[in-house]
């Protein structure tokens, strides 16, 4: 299996654009989490789903943040409008039965 | 805040040297998890201690959960320049019902060659 799989790697945008995070989950894993990784702030998760279906999405920061997960092997996040203190490495982590997570390289998202 | 902390935040040792980190926690959980990220990568984990065990082996890895104390350590024994890396303990809450992990700040580990 190749892992969870994220793109882009790397984005760079400027404040005001709309940005859009993609994770493709482990086959097969009932679980994807959405987490942002920053110095000041550590490993925070922003969203997860069980079988396609948003289960908590308290961390989310504000209704800039959306996430969706159309089928079981794709998900995506969304900031609009894009602000400087969101840049941050974006990770997305898959898991069966919601226990072991297994986390994608992450995006390393600079908003200038 | 539910997260766990890692203490200490940062340690360095030599190659070969045992390497203990501890991570304490403020609620009941169903399991603690620790989990390492090397640099500009991932996280991947590592191990996971049920509420019900005490001490649990993996390899060069050794686990402690005191749940009387809401704590664990973890123990890298014989380390290698290859463990250099970040450490993180995540909590699975029993009190949320849910499936999520809180982790902690990590504790970043040094292993000189």
């Known amino acids: 299996d190749a892992g969870v799989i994220q793109s882009p790697r790397h984005e760079v945008t400027e404040m005001g654009q709309e940005v859009t995070l993609r994770c493709k989950p482990i086959s097969g894993h009932d679980y994807l989490f959405w987490y942002r990784q920053t110095m000041m702030r550590g490993l925070e998760l922003l969203i997860y789903f069980n079988n396609n279906v948003p289960i908590d999405d308290s961390g989310m920061p504000e209704d800039r943040f959306s996430a969706k997960m159309p089928n079981a092997s794709f998900s995506t996040l969304k900031i609009q409008p894009s602000e400087p203190r969101d840049s941050a490495v974006y990770f997305c982590?898959?898991?069966?039965?919601?226990?072991?997570?297994?986390f994608g390289p992450g995006t390393r998202l600079t908003v200038l | 805040s539910q997260q766990g902390e890692e203490d200490p935040q940062a340690l360095s040792i030599q190659e070969g040297e045992n390497a203990t980190m501890n991570c304490s926690y403020k609620t009941s959980i169903n399991n603690l998890q620790w989990y390492r990220q090397n640099s500009g990568r991932g996280l991947v984990h590592l191990i996971l201690i049920r509420s019900n065990e005490r001490e649990k082996h993996s390899g060069r890895l050794r686990v402690t959960l005191d749940t009387s104390k809401k704590s664990s350590s973890l123990l890298i024994t014989a380390s290698r320049a290859a463990d250099t890396a970040s450490y993180f303990c995540a909590t699975d809450v029993a009190s949320t019902g849910a499936n999520n992990l809180f982790f902690g700040t990590g504790t970043r580990l040094t292993v000189i060659p």
């Open positions: 982590a898959s898991s069966l039965g919601g226990h072991e997570q297994f």
